[in-house]
T-cell receptor, first 113, second 114 residues
Framework: DGGITQSPKYLFRKEGQNVTLSCEQNLNHDAMYWYRQDPGQGLRLIYY???????QKGDIAEGYSVSREKKESFPLTVTSAQKNPTAFYLC????????????FGPGTRLTVT | AQSVTQLGSHVSVSEGALVLLRCNYS??????LFWYVQYPNQGLQLLLK??????LVKGINGFEAEFKKSETSFHLTKPSAHMSDAAEYFCAVRHGNQGGKLIFGQGTELSVKP
């Protein structure tokens, strides 16, 4: 079955540690996105990538980094510079910039203490 | 700049009653509009979308939405609520110039009472 996988589902880290969230898709989609979700705030875009080896900052990129070395993969690193990293992180993909809808993975809940 | 406003962070209906979730948008270009549903601790699932053409769009699970340009609205409706409809619903507008970026509303949590 085609889809988007995110792992792990739950992640716990100590403050000051970097952590990398995985996102893989087998939909052959060109574009991929990372969102952060906090209660009552909807979804906010962290980074997005339209093609391999290229990505752009979203609205809240500070404290995060990404890479896009393969079409299928778009990992997100939450660095120690992110002041409030505890959140639900969602990865999405779409066929391309002319495509309309985005398809979402199941999410990773990150808790930093 | 595009934006989305969902009126009401919580909506409660009885099973069998009409569901109406409100969404207003602002956009400087013809909008592409979406409704997504999210069950607890899960990702978002596309319910329906409006791109061009017919302004009344039908989606999955019996939901539909009507694009009203004059009112800048895209309200989501379902004639008869089921218990399984209890979830959070997000309205989104596609940004015209930034790589397919979606701008989301704050979300509306729908509760369904037996």
């Amino acid at each position: 079955d085609g889809g988007i996988t995110q792992s792990p589902k739950y992640l716990f880290r100590k403050e000051g540690q970097n952590v990398t969230l995985s996102c893989e898709q087998n939909l052959n989609h060109d574009a991929m996105y990372w969102y952060r979700q906090d209660p009552g705030q909807g979804l906010r875009l962290i980074y997005y990538s339209q093609i391999v080896n290229d990505f752009q900052k979203g609205d809240i990129a500070e404290g995060y980094s990404v890479s896009r070395e393969k079409k299928e993969s778009f990992p997100l690193t939450v660095t120690s510079a992110q002041k409030n990293p505890t959140a639900f992180y969602l990865c999405a993909s779409s066929m391309g910039t002319r495509a309309y809808e985005q398809y979402f993975g199941p999410g990773t809940r990150l808790t930093v203490t | 700049a595009q934006s989305v406003t969902q009126l009401g962070s919580h909506v409660s209906v009885s099973e069998g009653a009409l569901v109406l979730l409100r969404c207003n948008y602002s956009s400087s270009v013809p909008p592409y509009l979406f409704w997504y549903v999210q069950y607890p601790n899960q990702g978002l699932q596309l319910l329906l979308k409006y791109t061009t053409g017919a302004t009344l769009v039908k989606g999955i699970n019996g939901f539909e939405a009507e694009f009203k340009k004059s009112e800048t609205s895209f309200h989501l409706t379902k004639p008869s609520a089921h218990m399984s409809d209890a979830a959070e619903y997000f309205c989104a507008v596609r940004h015209g110039n930034q790589g397919g970026k979606l701008i989301f509303g704050q979300g509306t949590e729908l509760s369904v009472k037996p």
